[in-house]
């Protein structure tokens, strides 16, 4: 049998325990972020089905932090959290325009990678130095997928790499999968959250920031 071992910190577990038995509710089990976002992006392969030759790799851009999980299409083979989120681009372009990191959020909504757009109350010029900034933390976080990426394969039986399916809030900034793409080398996708779910007649799809409910909707979901 193969036996994947996950490690966490106590302290952090107690305290969703405790505040578990605060609020009267009977925990049944403690999952891993990890694992909730490779349920949601992925289909697992079917018993009996041959093994897949390239791995799922997933990346959730949260707001602090980033995960990194990759699957053989069955179970999570690796999995890495990255100090590297939203936030760093808020703190970036708000550098930049010599604002708070508050007031440069909606404008790393605006913002789009792939165009030279230029959002609500900037000029051409402070768009471009935004955008500019913008793609400076990108190669940082690029360089950190790279080295985990090298990680993962050199590890005995590593699968190949045939793309990266990212989600979370930032990943539906404007052009960041064709600039990941770019600086990695490696296909990369934005992912569908409810690829696995259905909606109901009265709910509708939300118009933004749907990658955002991606680890809860994996929570969800029970393989």
């Known amino acids: 049998r193969r036996i994947l071992l996950v490690v966490a910190y106590r302290e952090l577990i107690d305290r969703y325990v405790t505040a578990c038995k605060k609020a009267g509710i009977r925990l049944a089990g403690i999952d891993l972020e990890a694992f909730a976002l ?11 089905a041959p093994p897949s030759d390239a791995a799922l790799v997933v990346v959730s851009i949260g707001h602090d932090r980033s995960t990194f999980a990759v699957s053989d299409g069955r179970v999570c ?51 471009d130095r935004a955008r500019e900034a913008a ?35 930032s990943a ?10 770019r600086l990695i080398g490696v296909r990369v996708e ?22 955002s409910l991606a680890v809860a909707i994996g929570l969800g979901i029970e393989d």
């Open 38 to 48: 490779l349920r949601a992006l992925g289909d697992p392969l079917p018993e009996g």
């Open 77 to 127: 083979e690796f999995t890495r959290v990255l100090d590297w989120g939203g936030s760093t681009l808020d703190v970036a372009i708000a550098r930049e325009l010599d604002c708070a990191p508050s007031e440069a959020e909606p404008v790393k909504r605006e913002l789009s990678l792939a165009t030279a757009n230029v959002p609500e109350g900037l000029t051409q010029d402070q768009a």
């Open 135 to 169: 793609r400076r933390q990108l190669q940082t976080f690029a360089r950190e997928l790279v080295s985990s990426l090298q990680f993962y394969q050199n590890q005995p039986g590593s699968l190949g790499i045939g793309e990266i399916v990212i989600t979370g809030g």
């Open 172 to 181: 539906h900034l404007g052009g960041v999968a064709d600039e990941l793409q």
């Open 190 to 211: 934005v992912g569908d959250p409810l690829l696995r779910v259905k909606l109901g007649k009265k709910l509708r799809e939300a118009d933004e920031q749907l990658g």
